[in-house]
């Protein structure tokens, strides 16, 4: 077999196309490997949200090299692909930068990976594919592998929002939504491997508008229906979305269908009306409130979630204090929250008002210590309760297995490693900073049937 290593960058999205460039490479006799050493390909799948992402991925190259010039000293050949969003954005400065990249590939070409491959192989030289054809990539790609109980499948790309600070719809291009049948297919596939919970995944995955057979094009809410239907599928996730497309039929799916987990990432990204313009979020403050209490009349315990930026171009201390006031008043299970840091390309990087770091570094510190307090106030209201957990893997402990919550939470309970795969009830005992710590809530005995 030869070896094939992938590092991955970023997003579940990126998690996702990880795993299908593995089922790609599989059948050409590629097996994965946990280190790069001697790998006959690397595949960098790259993320360019975070700061310095292209000098990150860069400098990972260096390291590469001599992995490289050792294989190859020893008569080998070791392929170094660059895979996902940096590769979309750099194109060919990437090879120019660093000769030792046989590939580029950006995230909507990956699955013409084995081609570009042979096309190396043969000696044609590099290879660079950076063309948007997502429906092309969908319909090219083999039928995904479980591992494990809980899977992510993604149902839409790209994004038309153009939010002044994101580098998405460069590297992702517009909107697309996979067609009903094709996304019904793979998550049929899934749960007759075993799969009991699928996150959908788009960058914008509540614009989901996807074609179905009736002629029609179905909304997310339609679709998780269709999902729900599914014998052995139990649980639904979907992520991220946008509060703009957060529609009635979706927030009634909250409601109606049992099998959507409460739990909802909806990002806000500030509090206040003024930056959120700035940022063009095509939301306000007072939307997003409103459709907090909209989701929450639906379903009164939910876990919601959201990403926050801190020291946006122009946020003043009044901006920044309308944020904490609506962290205050929405109370969230969980966030992720960053210093703004400029993208290359985006509009926002081009602005003149930027806020000192040190200001951005003391904002962000407040705002985390808010959420943290949430997060475990939240963990904390979860204690002396029995809910439904999924059990993932193992936990470190002999016998312990790992699960998760219906509101996503990671939870331990020891003697449980047998029941991996399964849901089963579990009271939970104890809130830790990041999991909960519980114990299997034991099997009612069954009923003696009458003679
Ligand atoms: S909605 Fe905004 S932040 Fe989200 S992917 Fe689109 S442009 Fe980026």
């Given at each position: 077999m030869k070896k094939l290593f992938i590092k991955t960058y970023g997003c579940q999205m990126n998690v996702y196309d990880s795993a299908r460039i593995a089922d790609l490479l599989t059948p050409l006799g590629y097996a994965a490997a946990d280190a790069p050493d001697g790998a006959d390909i690397v595949v960098?799948?790259?993320?360019?949200?975070?700061?310095k992402a292209a000098e990150k991925v860069y400098s990972e190259l260096g390291r590469l090299r001599r992995l490289k010039e050792e294989k190859a000293e020893q008569g080998g050949r070791m392929l170094i692909a660059v895979a996902g969003c940096v590769a979309q954005a750099e194109g060919e400065e990437i090879t120019r930068r660093q000769?030792?990249?046989?590939i580029v590939v950006g995230p909507q070409a990956l699955h013409r990976i084995p081609e570009m491959i042979a096309r190396v192989e043969r000696r044609e030289g590099r290879a660079l594919e950076t063309e948007f054809v997502p429906d092309e990539k969908f319909d090219s790609l083999p039928a995904v592998r479980a591992e494990g109980p809980a899977a992510f499948l993604t149902v839409q790309e790209g994004c038309d929002k153009f939010c002044t600070f994101c580098v998405v719809p460069y590297t992702r291009g517009a909107e697309f939504s996979r067609p009903v049948a094709q996304i019904e297919a793979e998550a049929r596939h899934l749960a007759a491997l075993g799969v009991r919970e699928i996150t959908l995944l788009g960058?914008?995955?509540?614009a989901y508008c996807g074609a179905a057979r009736d002629g029609n094009s179905w909304s997310l809410a339609r679709l998780l229906n269709r999902l729900a239907e599914i014998d052995g599928l139990d649980r639904l996730r979907y992520t991220t979305s946008h509060p703009r497309d957060m529609s009635r039929d979706l927030i009634e799916a909250h409601r109606d269908l049992e099998k959507l987990m409460p739990y909802l990432h909806l990002p806000v990204q500030s509090g206040s009306d003024r930056v959120l313009e700035a940022m063009n979020r095509r939301h306000t403050r007072d939307g997003y409130l409103h459709l907090v209490e909209k989701i929450r009349t639906a379903r009164s315990v939910i876990a919601l979630s959201s990403d926050f930026i801190v020291?946006?171009?122009?946020?003043s201390d009044a901006d920044f204090e309308q944020t904490m006031a609506l962290v205050r008043e929405v109370k969230y299970a969980q966030a992720f929250s960053f210093k703004y840091s400029p993208r290359p390309g985006t509009p926002a990087a081009a602005a003149r008002k930027q806020v000192p770091e040190q200001v951005k570094s003391d904002r962000l510190q407040a705002l985390q210590s808010l959420l943290a307090e949430q997060q475990a106030g939240f963990a904390k209201s979860c204690e002396g309760l029995s809910m439904p957990v999924l059990f993932e893997k193992q936990g470190r402990k002999a016998g312990q297995a790992v699960g998760r919550s219906p509101y996503l939470q990671p939870v331990h309970v020891d003697?449980?490693?047998?029941?991996?795969?399964e849901i089963h009830d579990v009271t939970i005992a104890r809130a830790l900073t990041n999991s909960l710590g519980g114990m299997l809530v034991a099997a009612r005995p069954k009923a003696v049937a009458a003679a």
């Open positions: 960098l799948n790259t993320c360019h949200i975070r700061e000769n030792i990249v046989d960058q914008n995955v509540n020291g946006f171009p122009g946020e003697d449980a490693e047998h029941l991996i795969g």
